[in-house]
């Protein structure tokens, strides 16, 4: 079992900046690949980014390659997502999730464990 908890959603202006984090309470963290998704109100869950249990390895939606940095630390059981210029169309809840083993962490059927999510709004 693993519980996740984000945190450092908000509002902020167009082309700011904001860090999200994921808390996992787990004894097993470096099982798990873990990823971040979005859902903005009427579509579908959106794959953001997602990174390899070691950290070695990171994966980014076309929509956010560039701005967007996932990261790692094992040490702490955290992940953390660092959004840069932001814009407006990135207005959603972000969901951080825990995906054992080596499977497609870009497919949202990976991941076993879900956060509540944190709301990020961009405004314009």
């Known amino acids: 079992q693993v519980q996740l908890v984000e945190s450092g959603g908000g509002l902020v202006q167009a082309g700011g900046s904001l860090t999200l984090s994921c808390a996992a309470t787990t004894d097993k963290f470096v099982d798990y690949g873990m990823g971040w998704f979005r859902q903005a109100p009427g579509k579908e869950r959106e794959f953001i980014s997602a990174v390899t249990w070691s950290g070695r390895h990171t994966y980014y939606g076309d929509s956010v390659k560039g701005r967007f940095t996932i990261s790692r630390d094992n040490s702490k059981n955290t992940v953390t997502l660092q959004m840069n210029s932001l814009k407006p169309e990135d207005t959603a809840a972000y969901f951080c999730?825990?995906?054992?083993?080596?499977?497609?962490?870009?497919?949202?059927?990976?991941?076993?464990?879900w956060g509540q999510g944190t709301q990020v709004t961009v405004s314009s």
């Open positions: 999730a825990a995906a054992y083993g080596t499977l497609d962490l870009t497919l949202r059927r990976a991941y076993s464990y």
